[in-house]
């Protein structure tokens, strides 16, 4: 079986910064693209900042230029990098990936989420 475990979630004033991990593990062949998703109360899951396993990366307008995402293969680990985190950005977040156990089909995995909260 696969495991993404998420960590790094908090309490952080507006203007401040936190990093996320997601850490995949279990019969993994290999990992094609990750990513991370957010859900704030009362709305839909939306994606937050994706990479490839190349490590090419694409974001969500709303956190461009403030969340970084990057990826360690070796580790077949996932982050996110968040600064000047706003009110706004509070939410669950989720890590996904796109792994390959073998055979011919890649499945999608996800995390369990962790709380991001920023508030004064």
């Known amino acids: 079986q696969v495991q993404l475990v998420e960590s790094g979630g908090g309490l952080v004033q507006p203007g401040g910064s936190l990093r996320l991990s997601c850490a995949a593990s279990?019969?993994?062949?290999?990992?094609?693209?990750m990513g991370w998703h957010r859900q704030a109360p009362g709305k839909q899951r939306e994606r937050v900042a994706a990479?490839?396993?190349?490590?090419?990366?694409n974001y969500a307008d709303s956190v461009k230029g403030r969340f970084t995402i990057s990826r360690d293969n070796a580790k077949n680990t996932v982050y996110l990098q968040m600064n000047n985190l706003k009110p706004e950005d509070t939410a669950v977040y989720y890590c996904?990936?796109?792994?390959?156990?073998?055979?011919?089909?890649?499945?999608?995995?996800w995390g369990q989420g962790t709380q991001v909260t920023v508030s004064s």
């Open positions: 996904n990936a796109n792994i390959f156990l073998g055979g011919k089909n890649w499945y999608n995995y």
């Open positions: 279990g019969s993994i062949l290999s990992i094609n693209a």
């Open positions: 990479i490839a396993s190349g490590g090419s990366p």
